[in-house]
């Protein structure tokens, strides 16, 4: 095989120009001379050399390029610094005012801060003192708890009464009447505590709101002032890709102030709100501990006057029971003797039934219904009637001793109630009412 390069000649496809498609087949090339080879394998390839006219060509054109090149970079070069120049001018201009406007937008972002700054330490002193509200009523509240415990107590100490002792009086509905208006004021304090609570809670928003904007205030000065101190010759300045593109949440110098305007202008609201909050917690807190002072001279008056009427149905009872005692030893006597007459009977009914019993063993015609037969029938059945009467007699004393006993226990129940009772409307109700809190604790103080 040549030991020459071979180079690839174009080859010209007859049946593409004339739109035949045909299928590609490779020609071998037909190779002449004392170097030449021929074959498959170098099918395709130029084994001819260049000429000596593409020879000059080939240099002609390296040494038109080669000018080109030299004259475009010398062009470049003039305008390159040209335009250095120019740029370094307007570079300083801009950077210039840049810094300036940034220590104008200092004064504004320092202006709005210290704005914020005074309203936020006013919204703050005043929800401290709508908090010292707020803890007044939590107390006035609590404080209600003890007049609805006893309240609750003495309804519940009054319910254990028996008997007909377990009236609905006069101390029972001013009670329920404590009860109705401890309830009512809880209602009442309740709804202004939850007032308050909202109000604090608004003020701590507004002020939340005041702080998040005064905090992003000061980052914002901050990182102004920051970039207010770069210059060239820092060494923490550096490349930030896509720094310059406008972001889309970005806001405007209109928009900005009146964002902050209206932060503290809602601020300001919110205060008045809480003053006027303040003085109605006042009012509120002192009508509610009067009525439930009044409330408790009412109920105390009613308790007085129930045990005294009490007191008086206790004795009428201990004289009725005194008479009742006396007629139940009477009776018990009587009954003891008719159950000895009772008794007397056994032996007599016994003889009748026994003689009876034997007769009845006669044998044959000796059982015979004879007048000694008939008169102990007679006989048995006389004495049954006797012990029956005397039965019955036994059980009408008996009877009678009953409702007697009955009547002595239903005496001793009631005087027994009168005195519980009395118990509880005096030793439990009205000393426990001893334990009332002040109008002062009821105040929140």
Known sequence: MSAQVLVSRPRFDTHAMSGE????????????????????????????????????QNNQSKYFQAFADRDNAENIRHQSKKMSSETEATTMR?????????????????FWKSELQREIEDLTSETDLLLGQKTRLEKALDATEIPQAIATDNLQCRERRVGSDLVKDSVEVELLNELDLIQSIQELLKRT?????????????????????????YEAYNIDDKCGRYSNQST???????SAKFQDHISHPESWTEFTRQNISNAVRERLTSIDLRGLIDKVIQDTADDLRDQCAAVD??????????????????????????????????????????????A?????????????????????????????????????????????????????LS???DTRMMLEKE???????????????MTHRTRYPTVIRLTGY
């Open 21 to 56: 498609q045909h299928p590609k087949t490779n020609e071998v090339a037909v190779n002449t001379g004392m170097f030449s080879s021929s074959g498959v394998a170098t099918a395709g390839y130029r084994t001819a050399k260049y000429t000596t006219e593409e020879w000059f």
């Open 94 to 110: 801009t950077q210039s005012d840049s810094t300036k406007k940034l220590g104008e937008r200092l004064q504004d972002i320092f």
């Open 193 to 217: 505590l939850d007032q308050a609570i909202n109000q604090i809670r608004s003020n701590r928003e507004a002020k939340q709101t005041l702080e998040l904007d005064w905090s992003d205030k």
């Open 236 to 242: 923490d300045i550096q490349y930030h890709m896509n």
């Open 301 to 346: 008056r009613a308790l007085a006057k129930r045990c005294e009427e009490m007191n008086t149905a206790k004795v009428k009872m201990e004289q009725h029971l005194d008479s009742i005692l006396n007629q139940i030893g009477a009776q018990e006597k009587n009954i003891a003797a008719l159950h000895q007459a009772i008794r007397d009977k056994e």
């Open 348 to 400: 007599p009914m016994k003889v009748a039934q026994t003689r009876l019993y034997d007769r009845s063993f006669r044998p044959n015609m000796e059982l015979c219904r004879d007048h000694v037969q008939l008169r102990l029938v007679n006989e048995a059945g006389e004495i049954t009637e006797s012990i029956e009467s005397l039965q019955r007699k036994y059980e009408e004393a008996k009877q009678s």
């Open 403 to 405: 409702n007697m006993e």
């Open 415 to 429: 005087i027994s109630n009168k005195l519980h009772s009395l118990f509880i409307d005096r030793e439990k109700c």
